[in-house]
């Protein structure tokens, strides 16, 4: 595992970030973990001219939840997600993922920003908060801008991040009922399927529902129409929720590899969006 | 026998604390001045001709000391052109295999060019400007197509067939046309990565001076491989030292020799400056061997009642594209295999060997023989579903009884001692076995599927009868009492991660009355210990063991003389008695191992004739292999909605004769099991039709986390062997063998609801999945 050579810069505030990617130009790249890069790196996959390490940014690891709104930092390691009783209440679905999440290295290292930045087509994150409806935070030499979920990741490997922004906060409205269920690829341990669910209940009925599912197509993406058959459905009616999450795939032309069947794949969709919903509304 | 404290006990393994404080010495942590770094370029085509291999570019970079092309070290040089293969067949085909390819390349990873840098990176980098021009020829993958004809993976062969073995006693025919019950069934074993954590590594030096070649190697073989680099290299043996340091797995991935270690050392020995060669992981997935890989065609008779009266059997081994160094034998250890613990009189079979555009196939951990017990134990449950029976009364049925040992099997093994009758009923009783089918039946009422799988397994360990070996299958030791009174023990043997350290300094310790810290077994280096044939095939103990045993006789009988003078007693007189020297009857003398060392040291007071120093050396030639067995059962539960199973539970019952230290058997149990059962459920190398490797990294291929594999419960039987004389057999591989068709049984019969007969192997949730659904649409079998 020998990468080719890079030169490796610190940051030490967002401006200089922001100031460094100028300078750096196109091969660069923002070091924020490294459990996503620095593997193709070592594959000589990814060649970055410049590392620009942004780790010792103070204050971007903070989790604040205030009133309904929760705001993560982008730095914030998925170990801090995992032991936060504060996300368990606010969002057990983000908390879920976090805790599921590659193994013990990754997870004291690797951040949630540069996990999303990344753009896995079989990551954890992007199911949970394309489900909690979340708000991306972007700086750039221009400002500051904020985009949703929906728009941020883009395709495999693809997000809206610009080539010169600093993704800075994921902030969300605080969704108690949301659960993330993940089918793990015995190899990689990434989602083969992995489906979040963010509910609103009414007297053991389901309000409102977001659903989305990673793992499947060549980026996470929110099922709406089984979103839309779950109003209504008796959380509890477990042969209801399997039929609201029937085809919650449909629509997306999902991926094979050697494990796991695009047909398969899309099956498993349905069966974890159901335990999702059956977790989400158990909370 | 000696008076016991240490052997039998679970002392802690004398290896583990510098292993586990970082202050073992691998093959990377050889640190030597001047190194400088080998990088390979590997072909990325299963099949080519090589049209032109341009190193100048890596040459004029400024890092870069040195680069050679196949035709460099072969023509040039004139560097002998095959790499060894060890084998006694007679109509084999061996096409030559050069360390670097020459004109052509036959499989994904295969070495064409390699270049020395100052830096690893600066290797790799160079490596990147080597130009290559390819060709690309036709491909073949599958074994069973590359039988049938072209295209030729060695064109000049005019065929993809290494070798054809038949074999045939009783009389199959007759007990075909007799039979009740004629079962037919293909079981394909699945190709495998052998993925020791460390990969293959290697650091090759020149001294000039002193004109000796040291190579550094994650070998489980030191020195077999330095006699391999002398003939390869054209070199005298007695200027090569090679040292297998700490080794970080083995698995018989390094029970070979491989080109990249002729050519560094080759080249160490061109620059005068170490050179130093660490595999990449991506590089130890196409470049190390794979294990298994053999698809098996069953044809079983046998009679209502259960009996097996006779089998037909194809053995289509997948080699390879080229041979290692034991590629053609490990199919041929499975059709000796074949029987298992049963009494089968009649078999008919074939055993294939044929070329593909794959990475060669060698042995791994059981190596041929896990194939032998994965297809008889599934055949055993194809028995008892065809006929409607228990497949524990099947087993029952057709095992070997315990008292027809030693058994001498239609294959032409003779088993040394065996008891499986009891084995199996202990297993049975410990879990349960009419509970758990209760609960099972009682589960499918609810649309839950429980699989109760057994494995009553036998292998042959213990390598081996020189005569019945590819090469030496003798082991030695050497055990010094030095003036002070330590005990410095030689083995013969390369333990790396098997406890012999602990186990033979346990040994050693009974039998010479010694503390155990003043014991230091040595191991490894070709200039320290005498020649030795290494670790594997679960000898390390049988055989390298064996030979310590004798080696310690042979002290203990000079110790007698010497104290015997010193006492003015008739040697006959005295005696080892709890460690000590004594004289019979009389418990007022004693006299230390330690102190009869020091008086054959001083030499002043010995006996007339006797020789002064107190050392031994001995060998073991092993008169037969050892056979342990045991019973694994494995219970799991599939889910119907998405086909991934859980493990409910897992025990393995195994004997390997007298247990030395049962943590450390523990231990191999452990590992072999997890070995065994990741076969069985997420393991498969795959090369996909035009030979891309699909499964190159961690990322692809699957080895278990520990959260996905289920706790063991263990226990065992004691049945000694008198093959050797410590009455042991050998433990490394039981594990990987029991436990592969364990947990097959235990999905099948999970899945025997929906009329599932055999699904082929890694069983992953998919597949099962498939199975449950394709009748019933809703993976109910009711």
Known sequence: ?????????????????????????????????????????????????????????????????????????????????????????????????????????????????????????????????????????????????????????????????????????????????????????????????????????????????????????????????????????????????AAACAGAASGQDARSDTFASGAYRAAMADVFTARAVAQAAGR | MAFTTMVGARIRRREDPRLITGRATYVDDVKQVGTVYAAFVRSPYGHAKLLKVDISAAKAHPAVLAAYTGDDLHHAQGLKTSLPVAHKMADLKTPPHYMLAIDEVRVVGEAVAVVIADTAYAAKDAAELVEVEYEQLPVVVDPLKAMEGPPYVHSSLGTNVAFRMPFAAGDTEAAFAAADEIIKQRIVNQRVAPVSIEPRSMVANWDAGMQQLTLYSSTQIPHLLRTQLAVVLGMSENHIRAIAPEVGG????????????????????????????????SESFQAMIHGRDQIDDLEIACKRDGTITGLKLRIVGNLGAYHQLLTPVIPTLTLLMAPGCYRIANIQAEVVGVFTNTMSTDAYRGAGRPEATFFIERAMDLVAQ?????????????????????????????????????????????????????????????????????????????????????????????????????????????????????????????????????????????????????????????????????????????????????????????????????????????????????????????????????????????????????????????????????????????????????????????????????????????????????????????????????????????????????????????????????????VMDALAPFGVVHIDMPLKPEKLWLAMHAKTGNGRAR
């Open chain 2, 250 to 281: 083995g698995f018989g991935g390094k029970l070979n020799v491989y080109a990249e270690e002729f050519v560094i050392s080759w080249i160490a020995t061109q620059l005068e400056r170490p050179v130093k060669y660490i595999e990449t992981r």
């Open chain 2, 386 to 746: 065809r006929l409607g029976l228990d497949p524990v009364e099947v087993r029952r049925k057709n095992f070997i009884p315990n008292t027809a040992f030693p058994h001498t099997t239609s294959t032409g093994l003779t088993y040394d001692s065996g008891d499986y009758e009891t084995t199996m009923d202990k297993a049975l009783n410990i879990v349960d076995y009419a509970g758990l089918r209760k609960r099972q039946a009682e589960l499918r009422k609810e649309g839950r599927y429980l699989g109760i799988g057994l494995s009553t397994y036998v292998e042959v360990c213990g390598m081996g009868p020189s005569a019945a070996m590819p090469a030496a299958g003798w082991d030695s030791a050497t055990i010094r009492v030095e003036p002070t009174g330590s005990i410095t023990v030689l083995t013969g043997v390369s333990p790396h991660g098997q406890g012999q350290e602990t186990t033979f300094a346990q040994i050693v310790a009974d039998e010479l009355g010694v503390p155990i810290d003043s014991i230091n077994v040595i191991h490894g280096d070709t200039d320290k210990v005498q020649y030795g044939v290494g670790t594997f095939g679960s000898r390390g103990t049988a055989v390298g063991g064996a030979a310590l045993k004798l080696a310690i006789e042979t002290i203990q009988a000079k110790a007698i003389k010497i104290a015997a003078h010193a006492w003015e007693a008739n040697p006959d007189d005295v005696e080892y008695r709890d460690g000590k020297i004594g004289v019979k009857g009389d418990p007022s003398r004693s006299m230390t191992t330690a102190e009869a060392g020091f008086m054959a040291f001083m030499g002043d007071n010995l006996p007339p004739g006797l020789e002064p120093g107190m050392d031994a050396t001995r060998r073991f030639e092993p008169p037969n292999f050892v056979f342990p067995f045991g019973t694994h059962v494995c219970v799991v539960e599939v889910d119907a909605q998405t086909g991934q199973v859980e493990f409910v539970k897992y025990l393995a019952v195994d004997d390997c004769g007298r247990l030395l230290n049962p943590m450390i058997v523990e231990g191999q149990v452990h590992g072999g099991i997890a070995q065994g059962l990741s076969q069985a459920m997420f393991e498969e190398v795959v090369y996909n039709d035009d030979g891309q490797l699909l499964t190159g990294t961690l990322m692809d291929y699957a080895i278990p986390h520990a959260e996905q594999v289920p706790h063991y419960d263990l226990d065992h039987t004691v049945t000694p062997t008198t093959v050797n004389p410590l009455g042991i057999k050998g433990i490394g591989e039981a594990g990987t063998i029991g436990s592969t068709p364990a947990v097959a049984n235990a």
């Open chain 1, 1 to 241: 595992m020998i990468p080719a050579a890079f030169d490796y810069v610190r940051a030490s505030s967002v401006d200089d970030a922001i100031r460094l990617l100028g300078e750096h130009g196109d091969d660069a790249k923002l070091l924020a973990g490294g459990h996503s890069l620095i593997p193709m790196m070592k594959l000589r996959l990814a060649a970055p001219a410049t590392l620009i390490d942004i780790t010792g940014i103070p204050q971007l690891d903070a989790i604040r939840v205030e009133g309904n709104r929760v705001t993560i930092g982008a730095l914030t390691k998925h170990a801090a997600l995992a032991a936060s009783d504060a996300l368990k209440k606010s969002a057990p679905a983000l908390w879920d993922a976090a805790n599921q999440l590659g193994d013990p290295q990754v997870r004291n290292r690797g951040t949630i920003g540069g996990a999303s930045a990344h753009g896995d087509p079989s990551a954890d994150y992007p199911a949970v908060l394309l489900a909690l409806d979340a708000t991306f935070t972007l700086i750039g030499k221009g400002g500051e801008r904020k985009l949703p979920a929906g728009e941020f990741f883009r395709g495999m490997f693809d997000t809206a991040l610009g080539a010169g922004e600093v993704l800075t906060a994921i902030s969300f409205d605080a969704a108690p009922k949301s659960a993330y269920v993940k089918y793990h690829h015995p190899a990689s341990h990434y989602a083969v399927v992995g489906s979040a669910v963010a509910l609103t209940l009414n007297d053991g009925s389901i309000g409102a529902a977001r659903v989305a599912i990673t793992g499947v197509g060549d980026a996470a993406f929110r099922a709406g129409r089984v979103e839309s058959a779950l109003a209504g459905v008796r959380a509890g009616d477990d042969d209801a929720v």
